[in-house]
Nanobody, 125 residues
Framework: QVQLVESGGGLVQAGDSLRLSCAIS????????MGWFRQAPGKEREFVAA????????YYGLSVKGRFTISRDNAKNTLYLRLNSLKPEDAAVYYC??????????????????WGQGTQVTVSS
């Protein structure tokens, strides 16, 4: 079984920064890409960022491009998301996800087989 465990969320003020981590453990799988999604109450799950695990190509949602940075440490089997210049509208539960396939868009939740339980990010104005 593959396990993804997010950490690093919390309550911050607008303009602050956070770094989220996603630790990958369990059985070995072909890690093709990983992504971060977020979901606010009453809203659909939204794509935030993704990264090709082997070569490091990155993808960002329009609302976070230029403020958030996705990265990974292959040796530590850990995914990161740096969140800068946080806004109240960034508040959500942030989920990391892993894809073991090349099929489908990295922007779509359906691409990803494995998901973490999420970490809450709250931004006060």
């Amino acid at each position: 079984q593959v396990q993804l465990v997010e950490s690093g969320g919390g309550l911050v003020q607008a303009g602050d920064s956070l770094r989220l981590s996603c630790a990958i453990s369990g059985r070995t799988f072909r890690n093709v890409a990983m992504g971060w999604f977020r979901q606010a109450p009453g809203k659909e799950r939204e794509f935030v960022a993704a990264i090709n695990w082997s070569v490091g190509v990155t993808y960002y949602g329009l609302s976070v491009k230029g403020r958030f940075t996705i990265s990974r440490d292959n040796a530590k089997n850990t995914l990161y998301l740096r969140l800068n210049s946080l806004k109240p509208e960034d508040a959500a539960v942030y989920y990391c996800a892993a894809s073991d396939t090349y099929s489908g868009s990295v922007y779509a939740p359906s691409r990803y087989r494995y998901w973490g339980q999420g970490t809450q990010v709250t931004v006060s104005s």
